[in-house]
């Protein structure tokens, strides 16, 4: 599912899994799996994040979803399972090395809150960028409302997550949410380039930086204990039930 190369102070994790890099429980494991790996070696400065697929990531595997989805302690298996999804994202946003999400294509919903939870983000122009959870009557609550709006302010995200709103990698650089937009023939060029200028400099600046950064935001721990209570609740309402059911069968409302 996930490969593991280092070279030059670059540890690059492709995601591997056909066809959309699904998120589900093996996933999830395996991701956090490579990085104990990578946890266990100092001979990396960079982690860049790349997918081998069509999409970068497409968000929630949809069989396992719909398990959750219609189990009796379904409400509480979605809690916990977005709780894992909420862990691996905050383990790589904790990275003391630079992490660089490099989006080729879709990156959607919990997809596109992997690529949050990196440093930096190079998206091609073609690339479509977005948290739709509303339209099934859920919200993004691996991270999506928190980061989102730390990241581009509280307008744009109420833009994007409040109106399910897909965009390319044009505007999303237009509107702050990747920091580089390519053509999609580039994009793996650039991506190399960008990682192997950051992986020569100084690691010790590199995460001193990046904790003065985090420091600055001052989050806590509020925002994301709201997104799984709602995400829990959300799980027993009608229209959401409806809606999600309706997206399982292929007939979306």
């Not at 497409?58 to 399972?81: H, I, Q, S, V, W």
Request: net charge neutral.
């Amino acid at each position: 599912m996930i490969k593991i190369a280092i070279e030059d102070r670059i540890a690059t994790l492709t995601l591997s899994q056909a066809p959309v890099n699904a998120i589900g429980a093996a996933w999830i494991a395996d991701f956090n799996a490579a990085l104990d790996q990578l946890s266990a070696r100092n001979d990396w400065t960079v982690l860049r994040l790349r997918s081998d697929q069509k999409v970068f990531c497409a968000g929630a595997d949809l069989k396992e979803m719909r398990d959750r989805f219609e189990a009796p302690d379904g409400p509480d298996r979605t809690y916990a399972y977005v709780a894992a999804i909420q862990r691996l994202y905050a383990r790589i946003e904790r990275l003391p090395q630079v992490a660089m999400a490099e989006i080729g294509g879709a990156a959607l919903g919990g997809g596109l809150e992997l690529a949050l939870a990196c440093d930096l983000r190079m998206a091609a122009n073609e690339a479509k960028l977005g948290l739709p959870e509303v339209k099934l009557g859920l919200i993004p609550g691996a991270g999506g409302t928190q980061r989102l709006s730390r990241l581009v302010g509280r307008s744009v995200a109420s833009r994007l997550i409040l109106g399910a709103e897909v965009v390319d990698g044009r505007e999303a650089l237009a509107l702050g949410l990747v920091h580089w937009a390519v053509p999609r023939t580039e994009l793996a060029e650039r991506a190399a380039e960008t990682a192997r200028r950051i992986a020569d400099l100084p690691f010790a600046a590199l995460a001193a930086s990046k904790a003065c950064i985090a420091s600055s935001a001052e989050p806590g721990r509020g925002g994301y204990m709201d997104e799984l209570e709602v995400t829990r609740q959300l799980q027993t309402n009608a229209e959401t039930r409806k809606r999600v059911a309706a997206f399982l069968d292929g007939t979306r409302p």
